[in-house]
């Protein structure tokens, strides 16, 4: 039976989906084929319709991680003054929300300390993924009138991804919480989204 082009993509769409959830939860380097196919509900056979090696459908599934945060990210700020764009974003990513969804959040703080164990290419999709979030608050920083915007834009990254990290590591709920609101608080001054600037 010869299917058409729209029901491949949804079918590659599909694995890409599983394997994306299995490289969340496992890590990039225990994923399995056979085990995204058959959670894709599909068989072993049928993976190399879709792509040429583990290796390639990993790096895709990274790349396609990246995209609901951007199109989040692009929500959250949308119709909004570049400082509130920005509050909200770090209000949201510093959330308790956001820490609970491990299976669909950011990816940077679930897989940065994999990236030693990925293979070139994906590592190469997770840091056009980080540099595309990185250039996106550069841009509102920049909007701000903040001639620093590039190199806060990476500091400030690296401080949500450090807190969330950190925010998901420690086993006490109270705990975990005060990571998140203080670093929230903390960023949201030094970027001086706490003064209503324009």
Request: charged share 30%; aromatic share 6%.
């Given at each position: 039976?010869?299917?058409?082009?729209?029901?491949?993509?949804?079918?590659?769409?599909r694995?890409?989906?599983?394997?994306?959830?299995?490289?969340?939860?496992?890590g990039?380097?225990?994923?399995g084929?056979?085990?995204?196919m058959?959670?894709?509900?599909?068989?072993?056979?049928?993976?190399y319709?879709?792509?040429?090696?583990?290796?390639?459908?990993?790096?895709?599934?990274?790349?396609?991680?990246?995209?609901?945060?951007?199109?989040?990210?692009?929500?959250?700020v949308?119709?909004?003054?570049?400082?509130?764009?920005?509050?909200?974003?770090?209000?949201?990513?510093?959330?308790?929300?956001?820490?609970?969804?491990?299976?669909?959040?950011?990816?940077?703080?679930?897989?940065?300390?994999?990236?030693?164990?990925?293979?070139p290419?994906?590592?190469?999709?997770?840091?056009?993924?980080?540099?595309?979030?990185?250039?996106?608050?550069?841009?509102l920083?920049?909007?701000?009138?903040?001639?620093?915007?590039?190199?806060?834009?990476s500091?400030?990254?690296?401080?949500?991804?450090?807190?969330?990290?950190l925010?998901?590591?420690?086993?006490?709920?109270?705990?975990?919480?005060?990571?998140?609101?203080?670093?929230?608080?903390?960023?949201k001054?030094?970027?001086?989204?706490?003064q209503?600037?324009?």
């Open positions: 039976m010869r299917y058409d082009s729209e029901h491949k993509q949804k079918t590659r769409q694995i890409l989906d599983e394997a994306a959830s299995a490289i969340r939860a496992e990039p380097h225990r994923v084929v056979a085990g995204v058959k959670k894709a509900g599909l068989t072993h056979g049928g993976f319709a879709h792509f040429a090696s583990k290796e390639e459908m990993v790096a895709e599934a990274i790349g396609a991680m990246f995209e609901g945060p951007y199109s989040r990210f692009e929500k959250q949308a119709g909004l003054a570049p400082a509130e764009g920005l509050a909200a974003y770090v209000d949201f990513y510093l959330s308790p929300r956001h820490r609970d969804a491990r299976d669909r959040g950011c990816p940077l703080p679930a897989l940065a300390g994999d990236l030693a164990r990925m293979e290419e994906a590592r190469e999709r997770f840091a056009a993924g980080a540099e595309g979030l990185r250039r996106a608050v550069a841009g920083l920049h909007a701000m009138g903040r001639e620093d915007s590039d190199a806060l834009a500091s400030a990254i690296a401080e949500m991804v450090g807190a969330m990290s925010a998901r590591a420690v086993a006490d709920g109270e705990r975990s919480d005060a990571i998140l609101r203080t670093s929230r608080e903390a960023l001054r030094r970027l001086g989204l706490d209503g600037n324009p």
